[in-house]
């Protein structure tokens, strides 16, 4: 079985400021680990994306995550905070492109 | 630019009525998702295809949702009666077998009165 767990449903952040999101995950096996972000009345985006190889993903917009096995944890950062970054952030887990297991989302907000 | 489409984007109907939403995956994808956004619930997989065949519809009530692909460029998911409790966001993803990430359409905006 699979599943997300998002920290925190909303977050807010100052512009300039470390934007860090928490996910850890469930499942029985090797996982596939996503970051999408929503944006008020618009579909989901792919962020970035780890299947294998390198654990430090390197996504659009300047969001990075790590891919943690120990901790089960694949965690968003971004250094710097921009005032466009305020969205809704989704991580989801999947196992060989069958189902998609989404977190409950984490609301960004960016405080100028 | 290849996209997901999803028709209607908005839709507002009263309680009884069949509501159809269609979706158009990006050309090539095999693999389509159908998922249901609501702030309670969140996102849930309602349902998704191989091939046009469902894999796997268990996230779906049976007695009033129905999903098909009657060929590979459009999915339809149906609600028939529609209940209050249909009213959600949503949205359609599809992609390759052979790839890893979902592609998401814009979603269509169900209000059930």
């Known amino acids: 079985a699979q599943s997300v767990t998002q920290l925190g449903s909303h977050v807010s952040v100052s512009e300039g400021a470390l934007v860090l999101l928490r996910c850890n995950y469930s499942?029985?096996?090797?996982?596939?680990l996503f970051w999408y972000v929503q944006y008020p009345n618009q579909g989901l985006q792919l962020l970035l994306k780890?299947?294998?190889?390198?654990?430090l993903v390197k996504g659009i917009n300047g969001f990075e995550a790590e891919f943690k096995k120990s901790e089960t944890s694949f965690h968003l950062t971004k250094p710097s905070a921009h005032m466009s970054d305020a969205a809704e952030y989704f991580c989801?887990?999947?196992?060989?492109?069958?189902?998609?297991?989404f977190g409950s989302g984490t609301k960004l907000n960016v405080k100028p | 630019d290849a996209r997901v489409t999803q028709t209607p984007r908005h839709k507002v109907t009263e309680m009884g009525q069949e509501v159809t939403m269609r979706c158009q995956p990006i050309l090539g994808h095999n693999t389509v998702f159908w998922y249901r956004q609501t702030m309670m619930q969140g996102l849930e997989l309602l349902a998704y295809f191989r091939n046009r065949a469902p894999l796997d519809d268990s996230g779906m009530p049976k007695d009033r949702f129905s999903a098909e692909m009657p060929d590979a460029t459009l999915a339809t998911l149906k609600i028939q009666p529609s209940e209050p409790r249909d009213s959600a966001v949503y949205f359609c993803a599809s992609g390759l077998e052979t790839g890893v990430e979902a592609f998401f359409g814009q979603g269509t905006r169900l209000t059930v009165v």
């Open positions: 989801a887990v999947s196992n060989n492109f069958n189902k998609f297991y």
């Open positions: 780890y299947t294998t190889g390198a654990t």
């Open positions: 499942s029985s096996v090797p996982p596939y």
